[in-house]
């Protein structure tokens, strides 16, 4: 059932706090477990071909990938932030003109992006790191994810979207609906007709390998996107995707990419920290590298709880500091951190005391693992508190806070990691690179509570 628009704006100003936060976190934290699925299941499948380099070419074009989920971020979150604070504000046409520049920004740009890594996909990708036994594999698997970008991109933007007007629910089962699509479609497509899984032969499959991955993945966003075009169609929302009611005046622009900037630098980041970190092992041999890759897999179930509530309550919280309630966005801000901590606690409980196990799950490799359940260890010690950081990074989005974005998004993975990661090497060698992260976190934890309380004393004077 839809939600009317009179529905989602007393999920923002009638309901109470933690009923509201139920609301727009729940299907929030929902997608973001089939998510951790979604994104494990292209490597799984093509595992399963057996050919390494087909696993390797997947690694090696997923850092071209993210730039198109970056992009999607820029426009999605950007305007996710920009509608909420807006419909707080009463500012309802401007809202469809955002929703209008963001749809049609992001899609021009996509479509122009595309054509650039389909022209030069192949140095491309000898650029990040392709060899001569694995070009041709990424090369197809980038071919195939370009050719659908704009539908990658444009999925990710309407879901955001979608979710700054308040209706989590109907954001959760577009995301949702395409990755299941892409999940399922993954065997039939890269594996071929009698070739097993789990044991079982499949009935049917094409045997494509990495151009059955991509094509999988771009046909469950063609199918999230048809989801939220028959959503516009239907008028239950505020939002307007008219090519007439596009517009970039008006602080328009500034208002999606000042926020819209450091949600998508957060993906290039994380990227390019996950590279650094991997030279780094590489001088401890492949165990090692192995095994950070399988704990920070593991480690995916925190974070991505503690962010899907972080950005499911960022429209509330936008919502709040438009209409100038800053009491009830207080409690919001509040209510999600204390949240968060207890997500966090709790899992954290649960990897310190099964962590072998749980590394056992990825690899049957004793040396790989007695590597990987330190570095679990490492990673979840600042697991409980970690969500502070999550909640106000997004509180910051919401309430249109660029800079301050900026500053955590670049701090957690960039401006404190990449420091830190070069010091405890030269200190402490492998203990120092596997304690880089969680030593990062804990600074950004108190950088972030810091910027927040400074922020809060700035705030204008509440409406009477």
């Known amino acids: 059932m839809i939600m009317s628009k009179r529905d989602n704006i007393l999920v923002f100003s009638e309901y109470k706090v933690p009923r509201a936060v139920g609301i727009l976190a729940i299907p929030s934290m929902l997608g973001m477990l089939i998510n951790i699925i979604y994104n494990l299941a292209d490597t799984f499948f093509v595992g399963q071909t057996g050919d390494s380099n087909q696993v390797a070419a997947v690694s090696v074009a997923m850092p071209v990938f993210l730039f198109f989920l970056a992009l999607g971020n820029l426009f999605g979150v950007g305007g996710c932030a920009f509608i909420s604070r807006s419909l707080g504000e009463g500012q309802r046409e401007r809202i469809k003109s955002i929703s209008s520049f963001c749809i049609y920004t992001g899609l021009a740009i996509s479509v122009i992006v595309a054509a650039g890594f389909i022209i030069f996909r192949r140095p491309l990708l000898y650029l990040v790191g392709a060899s001569d036994n694995t070009i041709d594999f990424a090369c197809d698997y980038l071919f195939w994810i370009s050719l659908g970008a704009p539908f990658v991109t444009l999925s990710i933007i309407a879901c955001n979207l979608v979710r700054g007007e308040g209706a989590a629910k109907e954001s959760m089962i577009g995301m949702v609906l395409g990755q299941i699509v892409n999940i399922v479609l993954d065997p039939v497509f890269i594996l071929g007709a009698g070739d097993k899984l789990f044991g079982l032969s499949l009935p049917l499959g094409f045997g494509l390998g990495v151009a059955g991955a991509a094509m999988a993945t771009v046909i469950g966003n063609i199918v999230s996107v048809l989801y939220f075009i028959v959503y516009f169609i239907k008028g239950s929302s505020i939002l307007s995707i008219t090519p007439k009611r596009f517009s970039a005046k008006?602080?328009?622009?500034?208002?999606?990419?000042?926020?819209?900037?450091?949600?998508?630098?957060?993906?290039?980041l994380m990227s390019l920290s996950n590279i650094v970190i991997n030279m780094f092992l590489t001088t401890y041999g492949d165990y090692a590298v192995a095994a950070m890759g399988v704990a920070m897999k593991a480690n995916l179930l925190v974070v991505m709880l503690q962010i899907g509530l972080a950005q499911g309550i960022q429209p509330l919280i936008g919502y709040c500091y438009g209409a100038r309630n800053y009491p009830r966005m207080k409690k919001t801000i509040t209510f999600g951190t204390l949240c968060n901590v207890v997500i966090g606690a709790t899992v954290t409980l649960f990897y310190i005391l099964f962590r072998h196990n749980i590394i056992a799950m990825f690899i049957d490799d004793e040396a790989v693992i007695e590597y990987g359940v330190k570095m679990i260890t490492a990673l979840m010690v600042p697991g409980t508190l970690i969500g502070i950081v999550f909640v106000i990074n997004n509180a910051f989005q919401a309430m249109g806070k660029g800079f301050q974005s900026l500053i955590l998004a670049a701090g957690r993975q960039g401006l404190v990691f990449l420091p830190m990661l070069f010091i405890m090497d030269r200190l402490f060698?492998?203990?120092?690179?596997i304690w880089a992260q969680p030593i990062a976190d804990f600074c950004c934890i108190v950088l972030s509570v810091v910027m927040f309380y400074s922020t809060m004393k700035k705030l204008p004077k509440p409406n009477k």
């Open 250 to 268: 008006n602080g328009i622009a500034k208002g999606v990419i000042n926020v819209g900037i450091p949600a998508s630098l957060n993906n290039i």
């Open 429 to 433: 060698e492998l203990e120092g690179i």
